[in-house]
């Protein structure tokens, strides 16, 4: 049974930062993609970063890009999200998510969700 735990999450003032980690198991971790998303309250799931099974490439959105930084840890099936310099817009439920397909900024190609961890900016 695949699981996926997302922690670190919390309330940081703008211009902040924080670090979200991610605990996956029950899959061969480093032949997964690993991807991190979020909601806002009202909007669609957006893509924020992914990172390939290797560990050698990244993806990120626009809007975080310069800020947020990916990373992983085979060893220890561990997935993480470094978050600087935050703003309220950044404001969301966190997603890890894993995926067979590959580093991908669509939700649609993962195969595995954690349950999301919430991330509060405040001004």
């Known amino acids: 049974q695949v699981q996926l735990v997302e922690s670190g999450g919390g309330l940081v003032q703008a211009g902040g930062s924080l670090r979200l980690s991610c605990a996956a198991s029950?899959?061969?971790?480093?032949?997964?993609?690993m991807g991190w998303f979020r909601q806002a309250p009202g909007k669609e799931r957006e893509f924020v970063a992914t990172?390939?099974?290797?560990?050698?490439?990244?993806y990120y959105g626009d809007s975080v890009k310069g800020r947020f930084t990916i990373t992983r840890d085979n060893a220890n099936s561990m997935v993480y999200l470094q978050m600087n310099r935050l703003k309220d817009e950044d404001t969301a439920v966190y997603y890890c998510?894993?995926?067979?397909?590959?580093?991908?900024?669509?939700?649609?190609?993962?195969?595995?969700w954690g349950q999301g961890t919430q991330v509060t900016v405040s001004s």
């Open positions: 998510a894993a995926g067979f397909f590959g580093a991908t900024t669509n939700p649609g190609r993962y195969d595995y």
């Open positions: 029950g899959l061969t971790f480093s032949r997964y993609a």
């Open positions: 990172i390939r099974g290797s560990g050698g490439t990244t």
